[in-house]
């Protein structure tokens, strides 16, 4: 990656030290704590929404199988970071959400195993193809029992596997306190930062649902039900005005405040013209458009172009977000007196394809889970 | 074994570990710069860079220059670090009669009592010495680039070969010797003093009132103090 020295003195061994990769590895966490809050909320509090439950499940395992990816292309010697589990230190935030991440993943194969049990069991047993039948015969665990009891218990553990994994995913989307504890970093340092941070998550998660629920509802031949993006946009909506709430207040107290960091912010932000006028332009047109989506679904009518342009918009916004919390705050130098530019590299660990790569390794993994996994395979059936 | 002999061993067990646990010595290394000595020739980082065979365009140590100037309005500060003054400083391009005061400043790791880069390491690859002294394990760290982050005073950097953090450790493969770190060693004009808390030499120094540390606020406690440096250094 190359940083230059844009304007002022900078520290000789200054650089933009976390580049795009750093800026994902949040983005994907966020996107994991929306997702399995709208699951919580389908589990606990809106039973309209029960008919994604699958479909959210399946969605967040790549997600958090692919939360690592950036991590690891960007430590300089991955092939240690196992360290992490074999001597941690509890004091840094870093060694804390690598057991958070541990829990949330198994948390998550727990749910998924409780939910698809009873079709796991079932092709186990009617699978024709041998060597699926076996895979399915293994992931039963031996256990074959489908009466009702057995189900109810299934729905016990997966209340219970939820309330863990929804406070796993909250705790790793608090993974802004790995910036907002360092001190010296007054771009990163205020109080706001985790809270903004975890409601851009919120709605990045709900936007990733509501547009893979529009893909896999194409892809199965299901019908929409407009209660289901009605429930969805709503709290995206409301989720996402939170996040750009707090974002704007941030700025303006800080302005207001003008403090010593303030001067060297204001110049370095015209660095980030872009993802700065993404963030607001592109936060103001998806809020227009979920309430639009809202009123719509009300009437019983769902309008697929916008809920598709809705959802992109606020997956292109929260990742602005994170490109400039992540990026913007280490282009000033910590003297406060310049600050630096950065423009990622395109080829390379930490370049532009292989950050790319990451991005799209989720939707990749997708389809695969899906096959072994497929959250509508009833309807398909009978549509066939 | 009877539950009341198992609690008397776990007890004393514990108690035998607590005293084992190394106090930590109060015979601590620091480092006091006397900026009115310093005369910005980078005789200390061209030492430094031989000695620990420092990566060109990293730094262990640096020397920045302040230059306070008016132009009848409040004081305007300029602070450059060209090459982080190894090759020295060419002049300034600033009319001599509107500068208020101009010095150089040392810049190194301040082996903070707190510091900010031991609490965030992941895996326990930089700590704290009994002397003091904050190190880097090169073949532990993880090269995750979080101590860097914390670090408030810029001295840490990512060695691209080895794809680790480094940073200054006060010459400590030569102070366990006796001997003095080689920037402190090689300085023409002893501006740069290291020694124990408890020498004679440092007290001294330590007893004066213009005795700073940098960007106190941040509750660091850095064991490099400077003497007669201006508001503008932090």
């Known amino acids: 990656m190359s940083s230059e020295i844009v304007e002022g003195f900078v520290y000789p061994n200054h650089e933009v030290f976390w580049g795009v990769l750093i800026v994902i590895y949040p983005y994907l966490v966020s996107i994991i704590t929306g ?130 994994e929804l406070i796993a995913a909250w705790c790793l989307s608090y993974v802004s306190f790995l910036f907002g504890v360092v001190k010296s970093n007054p771009w990163w340092n205020t109080t706001i930062l985790p809270v903004s941070f975890v409601f851009g998550g919120l709605a990045a998660g709900g936007a990733m649902v509501m547009l893979l629920y529009l893909l896999f509802t194409e892809f199965y031949r299901v019908d929409r039900k407009p209660e289901i993006i009605s429930t969805l946009a709503n709290y995206v909506f409301y989720f996402m005005l939170a996040a750009f ?46 309430k639009y989506v809202c009123y719509k679904c009300n009437m019983g009518k769902i309008n697929t172009p916008f809920i598709a342009i809705a959802s992109i918009t606020i997956l292109i916004v929260v990742f602005a977000m994170r490109w400039n919390m992540v990026i913007g705050a280490q282009l000033i130098d910590y003297g406060l007196r310049g600050f630096v530019s950065y423009t990622p590299p395109l080829w390379g660990r930490e370049g532009l394809i292989a950050a790319l790569a990451v991005l799209m390794a989720p939707l990749i993994m997708l389809p695969v889970v899906a096959y072994f996994f497929p959250p509508y395979e009833k309807r398909v059936r009978a549509v066939l | 074994m009877k539950r009341r002999e198992f609690i008397r061993i776990l007890v004393a067990g514990s108690a035998t570990l607590l005293v084992l646990k190394p106090v930590k010595s109060s015979d601590i290394f620091v480092y006091v710069i006397d900026s009115s000595r310093c005369i910005g020739c980078g005789k200390c980082v061209k030492a430094c860079r031989a000695e620990n065979h420092v990566p060109e365009g990293k730094y262990r140590t640096w020397v920045e220059r302040y230059v306070v100037y008016s132009n009848g309005e409040l ?156 508001w503008e250094v932090w």
């Open chain 1, 35 to 164: 997702m399995v809050t709208v699951y919580a909320i389908a589990e606990f509090w809106r039973k309209e929404l029960k008919d994604i439950e699958k479909l959210v499940v399946i969605s967040s395992l790549p997600f958090v199988l692919s939360a690592l990816l950036p991590l690891l292309l960007d430590l300089g010697q991955p092939q240690r970071a196992f360290e992490i589990y074999i001597t941690p230190n509890f004091s840094s935030v870093m060694a804390v959400f690598g057991i958070v991440y541990l829990t949330e993943l198994f948390a998550l194969l727990g749910e998924m195993w409780f939910l698809f049990r009873v079709d796991i069991v079932r092709r186990a047993m009617n699978e024709e193809n041998s060597v699926l039948r076996l895979f399915y015969k293994i992931l039963t665990l031996g256990v074959y029992d489908t009466d009702e009891e057995a189900i109810k218990v299934d729905r016990k553990a997966i209340k219970i596997l939820t309330g863990i």
């Open chain 1, 245 to 290: 709430a707090l974002e704007t207040i941030n700025t303006i107290l800080y302005a207001y405040k003008e403090d010593v960091a303030w001067a060297v912010i204001k110049l370095a932000s015209t660095q980030l013209a872009l993802p700065l006028a993404i963030q607001v332009i592109g936060s103001l047109e998806a809020l227009l458009f979920l």
């Open chain 2, 75 to 230: 004081e305007n500060v300029y602070v450059e670090s060209p090459m982080g003054g190894e090759f020295g400083f060419e002049e300034v391009d600033i009319d001599t009669e509107r500068i208020l005061r101009a010095y150089f400043v040392p810049k190194l790791c301040m082996h903070c009592d707190k510091p900010p880069c031991v609490k965030v390491c992941p895996v326990n690859a930089t700590w704290i010495t009994e002397e003091g002294v904050v190190l880097v394990d090169k073949s532990h760290c993880i090269g995750c680039k979080y101590c860097i982050q914390a670090c408030p005073y810029g001295a840490r950097y990512f060695n691209h070969h080895e794809k680790v953090v480094d940073k200054c450790t006060w010459c400590y493969h030569r102070i366990m010797r006796g001997m003095r770190p080689a920037c402190v060693t090689v300085c023409p004009t002893g501006a740069r003093v290291f020694g124990k808390l408890t020498d004679e030499h440092i007290q001294d120094v330590l007893k004066e009132r213009d005795i700073r540390i940098l960007k106190p606020e941040l509750n660091t406690r850095p064991k490099v103090f400077y003497k007669n440096i201006g």
